[in-house]
């Protein structure tokens, strides 16, 4: 029996290739949980392919990757989701149909379990449920301050409210890891603001563990516990963000300018 | 943590079945139209208590309860399905082998309604789960050619199954709806003779100037049909607002980000597959009851379209549209009918309407100038089947491309339009 813990995740040379061409190569690190982990790199750089293996989305050719010290390489998305994994993504990915209030709760699909028998019925199990849920779901409206959009189909919402519903469905998961692609991404100033208010909140209130994939350096720098660069596939540093502003070969890939904001 | 002014908490009546006052006086005034309407008992309404009428609106109804399963599937779930024909033969044979009565040709158990009944739809669900995962590995136009197969795998069983099916172009005879507790005792209520309804509601006079002691058999159907439809409804709508309905949703929507949230993209599909099946198989039994004698080569892709029909015209995903499109669906060629009729009339009496009519209407065989052929004039020209079908066609193709919400979203621009009035914009 051994008393260490195991990280909540690593990734250990992990490579993925499209027809030839490498995404990833031998991509390694470690997260323990709490922790805001940043991922960056430029464009092209593999940083959502990496989200993508880690989600199921893409199955990594070679390497692996554990969660809690398990291998979940191969699982199915839906599975890797039940284990509290939960993400948002860089071109939004919102249920365009359905109002806030439903992308929200849809969220909370694996946190119940009531059935098509029981649902038919509403009366009981399902009722209960959807009480719980719409409880659970007007606490994250009322953090992420989208009271006024509630019933809108989500289709029709401003850029800078959809992400921030996309925000919203990942944390009705309840997640252990969150993973963030480019939440700030197109935004002014003020939204960006906004959106680095609210992962603060989240870490600081729910206590969950997030990995952002950012370019906006000011963001990562200020926010992030660690980072981590790839470039063409390859991490290239990874530590404090003094660490990594410091290291010549992140100065290089980056030519020095960014990293100094 | 912080205080929390804005968290708001009064979502208890938003959650009800019918959220607002003015739902729950529409479905008031609905549910007492469809008691008092066929009974002849409302001023206006009259017409409604006439058979032919009746017999229409009996069909409309049992093809809402296959029409809310197609709704639940396509609609919902976003899995565009040509099979649901084959589905209602699975529940209509169920049915009738359950149900009917054995004779030198067919095989018939002659049981009750409350077994056949829900046996047809718990058949055609089975089936639906058992083709399901051949189903949920293609999507979009592949799936529609799939789910169309079995409507001619369908066609070719039933054509051959004489012991199930009753001859091509004869059939066979369905069970009629009544309950009986079991076979060869005397129904306990039978929704389809003329007569009271039940033998303990004659004594009482409940309204004086209904006389439900002698009610048609079609009312009885009707109120049977109407209380089945209004709890299909209501379970349609339980599973649509429950975790189920929005697993669907969001593998209609974005099947990826679906399965990245946790949500079982094969196990969803399956589950719409099996439920909507269900629907079909019990609007497939009640519609060839209602019907009394269906030939095999009824359950052709033309019925598959027409539900197709009922979605895009009604509005896909919502319970409202779904019946909208059902009763225009249904309906309409009746009002084609009378329409052509009455301008056929006029052109000849020379009424008010005969320039439209002389136009629309071939009256005879050496008229030449019309689209409708009416009645049967030979030559060219639709008959009003044929204007039906190009009908649907025009309407799917101006819905798809207009408003593709259906008539629910033209119903929905005109509410707006009053909620605002006089502000319009
Ligand atoms: N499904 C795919 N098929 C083929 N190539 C892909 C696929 N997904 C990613 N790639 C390739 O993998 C490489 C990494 O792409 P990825 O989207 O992970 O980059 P990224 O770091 O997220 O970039 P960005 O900052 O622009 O979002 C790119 O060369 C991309 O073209
Ligand atoms: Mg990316």
Redesign the pocket.
């Known amino acids: 029996m051994a008393f260490v813990t195991a990280p909540l995740l690593e990734f250990e040379n992990v490579g993925l290739s499209?027809?030839g061409?490498n995404?990833?190569t031998d991509m390694s690190f470690t997260m323990t949980a709490g922790e805001l982990f940043a991922v960056i790199?430029?464009?092209?750089?593999?940083?959502?392919?990496?989200f993508?293996c880690l989600n199921g989305v893409?199955k990594p050719q070679r390497g692996d990757i554990r969660w809690k010290g398990d291998s979940i390489l191969g699982m199915r998305p839906d599975k890797v989701a039940e284990l509290g994994i939960a993400r948002t993504f860089?071109n939004i990915e919102l249920f365009a149909h359905m109002t806030v209030l439903q992308n929200i709760t849809l969220g909370r699909h694996i946190r119940t379990n009531v059935g098509w028998l029981a649902g038919a019925v509403w009366y009981g199990k399902a009722k209960r449920e959807e009480m719980a849920n719409r409880e659970k779901v007007e606490e994250i409206i009322d953090l992420l301050e989208i009271e006024a959009w509630r019933s809108y189909p989500v289709g029709l919402l401003p850029y800078g409210i959809q992400k921030r519903v996309e925000l919203g469905r990942a944390l009705a998961m309840e997640p252990e890891l969150l993973l963030l692609?480019?939440p700030v991404a197109g935004m002014n100033l003020e939204e960006t603001e906004d959106m680095a208010r609210f992962i603060l909140d989240i870490r600081e209130e729910l206590g969950i563990a997030m990995i952002l994939?950012e370019?906006d350096m000011g963001l990562v720098m200020d926010i992030a516990d660690r980072i981590l660069v790839?470039d063409f596939?390859q991490v290239i540093g990874e530590g404090t963000p003094l660490e990594v502003q410091n290291n010549p070969n992140v100065i290089k890939a980056y030519l020095g300018e960014e990293l100094t904001a | 943590m912080r205080g929390r002014p804005n968290l708001y908490t009064e979502y208890k009546a938003e959650m009800g079945l019918f959220p607002s006052m003015s739902k729950k006086i529409a479905i008031g005034l609905l549910a007492l139209i469809a008691i008092l309407g066929p009974l002849a008992a409302l001023p206006f309404l009259g017409f409604a208590g006439d058979a032919s009428w009746l017999i229409l609106v009996n069909k409309a109804l049992v093809f809402a309860i296959a029409a809310l399963g197609i709704n639940l599937l396509t609609g919902v779930a976003g899995q565009v399905s040509l099979g649901h024909a084959f589905f209602m033969a699975v529940g209509a044979y169920t049915a009738v082998v359950l149900g009917g009565e054995a004779g030198n040709t067919v095989w018939g158990l002659g049981l009750p309604i409350w077994i056949w009944l829900p046996a047809a739809g718990v058949a055609a669900a089975l089936i639906g789960v058992f083709v399901a995962p051949t189903a949920v590995r293609v999507r979009g136009l592949y799936l529609a050619f799939v789910t169309l197969g079995l409507v001619f795998i369908g066609l070719y069983l039933w054509r051959n199954l004489g012991k199930i099916a009753g001859g091509p172009g004869t059939g066979r005879p369905w069970p009629e709806l009544e309950f009986a507790l079991w076979r060869n005792m005397d129904p306990l209520v039978s929704f389809t003779s003329d007569g009271p309804l039940w033998w303990w509601l004659t004594p009482v006079n409940w309204l004086p100037w209904v006389h439900i002691e002698e009610m048609d058999g079609e009312v009885k159907t009707f109120f049977f049909l109407v209380v089945l439809v209004a709890v299909f409804a209501i379970i349609a709508k339980n599973l649509m607002r429950t975790r189920i309905g929005r697993s669907w949703a969001a593998i209609r929507d974005r099947d990826i980000a679906a399965e990245v949230m946790g949500v079982a993209d094969a196990k969803g599909k399956t589950q719409a597959f099996g439920i909507s099946s269900f629907y079909a198989g019990m609007g497939g039994a009640l519609f060839a009851s209602v019907v009394g004698r269906i030939i095999p080569e009824s359950w052709d892709i033309f019925l598959s379209v027409e539900f197709v029909a009922i979605i895009l015209i009604g509005g896909a995903g919502t319970i409202v549209g779904t019946f909208l499109g059902t009763f225009f669906v249904v309906l309409s060629p009746r009002i084609v009918e009378n329409v052509t009729g009455f301008l056929a009339t006029q052109a000849e009496d020379g009424g008010p309407f005969s320039w439209l009519g002389s136009i629309f209407v071939r009256s005879s065989a050496d008229d030449w100038i019309g689209i409708v052929s009416y009645p049967d004039a030979a030559g060219p020209g639709l008959s009003v089947a044929q204007l039906n079908i190009v009908l649907f066609g025009v309407l799917i193709v101006v819905f798809l491309i207009a408003e593709p919400l259906g008539l629910y979203g033209i119903w929905l621009r005109a509410r707006n339009y009053w909620k605002g009035w006089p502000f319009t914009y």
């Open positions: 499209f027809k061409v995404a990833l790199g430029p464009n092209g750089a593999g940083k959502t392919s990496a993508n893409y860089q692609d480019e994939v370019h790839l596939g």
